[in-house]
């Protein structure tokens, strides 16, 4: 019997360009009225919008030349990215983040609550901020372990990790590859609207707590109540003693919190954006390097590693903007937006909402790159959010909570998966574990929608 993969999301992206294609052939072409607001941000006029009778097709060739031109067209936040995977593989290879985060895990290794606690605000912390991620995989066996040891067990760790990382994202305050890319596109200020996800993150993260305390409990309890008794695989022997967390590494840690906190400022009091952050994140890269005490030839070969590990994001980011390039060329971008405003906007403003909430939720299985996500949703949706007449904030926060609440169980997540096989876990058996909490945040995502509209969310 044949199994059916999930293709590459390269694949998925270039499919759905070649869809665009087809679309750009299908579609008439259209277009809004459009004006400058009182922001001084281009905005599409509600009730404008007019079919293009005279419109030039796109040649098959476009196929092919729109992926170089898209890589063009979004090399300024590819070069981001490629900046920030450099200073994250210095950081990560002078064993602080490791050291520390361990020290911070088994400092609390007699109060499992206090544990689970810690690090759910721990690593949802580090995605809200820097967009950590896959890095946490690393971390899956050391947790495990621990977990196992006070009597949990390795659902608990892979839970932590796991609905930690989708909190951050989903409520995410300055994670450069999902809110500063969204809001970019939506011609949005960076780290606007971040009161109101603060004031999201905590009641998330308290549903998270509860939720993976209830079953470690339960799990510390009965040890046949847990999910993966009969799982050689999970149960996982005490890993050695990690790294000491000497003073250097505790400067090295110390130095890139300052310059996050630079970052905070710049882009709070100074406007900064991605040429000013790319040049603080290549700073910390050299800052980390040589406190740890390497030569600046090593820091050179970890930056580069740690650039090539997110090269495959960055093509993403490329293929993704295909589709958006794609669509302009055909004129077709305000017919789709046109043609999706109609049924949302039947729905009145507070459903409209929830409506691109769940529609960004059922593309995040599709385009699992949060990233990516953004390039192929927020064209569509901020305009969306104009011919509704509802601020653009609000599109970009149903694109932050569908993108980041969905990851704790989409089967195409690298991240989910990959903690899941480190900690060995089986998808089922996960699944068996989280949907209630997935359920919940889900309703708490479509009702923070409601009132985001309601408050004027701007």
């Not at 000497?246 to 100074?270: C, D, K, N, P, Y």
């Not at 927020?378 to 509802?390: F, N, Q």
């Not at 068996?432 to 359920?439: D, G, V």
């Amino acid at each position: 019997m044949l199994k059916f993969r999930v293709p590459h999301t390269l694949v998925l992206l270039y499919g759905m360009t070649v869809i665009a294609f087809a679309l750009t052939w299908l579609l008439p072409a259209g277009s809004y009225s459009t004006e400058v607001n009182d922001a001084g941000r281009e905005v599409v006029v509600p009730g404008t919008f007019q079919v293009i009778e005279d419109a030039p097709e796109v040649p098959v060739s476009s196929l092919v030349t729109v992926i170089p031109r898209a890589l063009e067209s979004a090399q300024s936040i590819i070069f981001f990215v490629l900046i920030i995977g450099g200073a994250l593989g210095v950081l990560q290879s002078t064993g602080a983040v490791d050291a520390g985060l361990a020290r911070l895990l088994r400092r609390f290794d007699a109060r499992p609550g206090l544990l689970v606690g810690i690090g759910l605000l721990s690593f949802s912390l580090g995605s809200s901020s820097i967009g950590m991620g896959e890095e946490y995989i690393a971390l899956g066996a050391v947790l495990a372990a621990l977990c196992i040891a006070l009597r949990m067990d390795a659902v608990t760790a892979a839970a932590i990790l796991v609905i930690g990382n989708s909190i951050g994202y989903g409520a995410a305050v300055l994670n450069p590859f999902t809110v500063l890319i969204a809001q970019d596109i939506a011609e949005l200020p960076p780290l606007s609207g971040s009161g109101y996800r603060i004031a999201l993150f905590l009641p998330l993260l308290g549903l998270g707590f509860l939720h993976v305390w209830r079953y470690g409990r339960r799990v510390r309890r009965n040890a046949a109540a847990s999910l993966v008794v009969d799982i050689p695989e999970a149960q996982v022997a005490l890993a050695e003693e990690p790294p000491p967390l000497t003073g250097r590494m505790q400067a090295v840690l110390w130095s890139a919190l300052i310059l996050l906190g630079i970052v905070v400022w710049g882009i709070i009091t100074r406007g900064w954006y991605l040429e000013e952050l790319g040049a603080t994140f290549f700073a910390m890269a050299i800052v980390a390097g040589l406190v740890a005490g390497q030569s600046v030839n090593t820091i050179a070969k970890e930056f580069s590693t740690g650039a090539a590990a997110l090269a495959g994001t960055a093509l993403m980011i490329g293929f993704a903007r295909s589709i958006q390039v794609m669509l302009d060329d055909g004129q077709i971008l305000h017919t789709i937006v046109h043609g999706l405003s109609e049924p949302l906007g039947a729905l009145g403003s507070a459903g409209s909402a929830v409506g691109m909430f769940w529609l960004q939720c059922g593309i995040n299985f599709a385009v699992p790159s949060g990233s990516g996500q953004a390039y192929v949703t927020m064209p569509l949706m901020a305009p969306i959010a104009d011919v509704l007449a509802l601020p653009r904030q609000v599109a970009v926060l149903a694109y932050q909570l569908g993108d980041g609440l969905t990851t704790m169980i989409n089967p195409a997540d690298p991240v989910l998966m990959g903690i899941l096989g480190v900690c060995g876990v089986p998808y089922g058996r996960w699944l068996r574990f989280i949907w209630p909490l997935a359920a919940q945040v889900l309703l708490f995502g479509s009702a923070a929608m409601v009132l985001a509209v309601l408050i004027g969310y701007s």
